[in-house]
DNA sequence: TGAATATCTGAGCAAGTGTTCATATATTAC
DNA sequence: GTAATATATGAACACTTGCTCAGATATTCA
């Protein structure tokens, strides 16, 4: 299987971006619908910072879309191949 | 979409393996069949040792599977999943 | 306007990662 | 046995990552 250098590293960029349990857990609860950021971190019991911190990368590699409404910014998946990966990934572990 | 913790660090784990350029490239090299530690490190330009440590990452992820013959070590991919989620990767990076 | 709320951002730091280098182990050939 | 080859391993180090903390920005409401 022939592969650039260039998308050898957009490959690996691209599952970095699955790579963090806090990133998995906040894919999880967005594949139900679009949360806001403190509905997030309060699910996560994270810090709305840690979480504002980790959606900016997820939303830089486009796995995540921002709507903002009022002073709340709502987060939903950016497309369905963040879903796949996702299905694919829990598949294998839980019967690989 | 409920998810224990426990899955959550075993997702994050599973797309870890991949989350690096160089895993990547093992990755493609072995979807053309078995290859010895030599070999891959002179097609990846990489030394041995630093393919050895990548290649004991993804043994114990069991991404891989070494077959020893004299003293070469062959690995290959140990199970299709892996393959199907490099494909999946690399349809989201090629037209995302 | 000012206070309250929701989110974002940058700096700093502890922990993790991937490489190199030197060395160890295992196998083959002599 | 020794030498040569193929791979594995551990320590060290530079670099990256994900968090916290403090503060900035944006929006709503009185």
Same mark, same amino acid.
């Given at each position: ?6 998308? $050898? ?40 910072? $840690? ?46």
């Amino acid at each position: 299987m022939k592969l650039t250098e260039l998308k $050898a590293i957009q490959l690996a960029e691209l599952f970095s971006a699955l790579s963090d349990a806090s990133r998995v857990r906040i894919i999880a609860l967005l594949l139900d619908g679009e949360m806001g950021v403190g509905a997030l971190a309060e699910k996560l019991n994270m810090t709305e910072s $840690a979480v504002s911190h980790q959606l900016r990368g997820l939303r830089q590699m486009r796995f995540v879309r921002a709507r903002k409404d009022g002073r709340q910014v709502f987060y939903r998946l950016d497309d369905d191949h963040v879903e796949k990966l996702y299905r694919m990934g829990l598949e294998h572990v839980e019967h690989g």
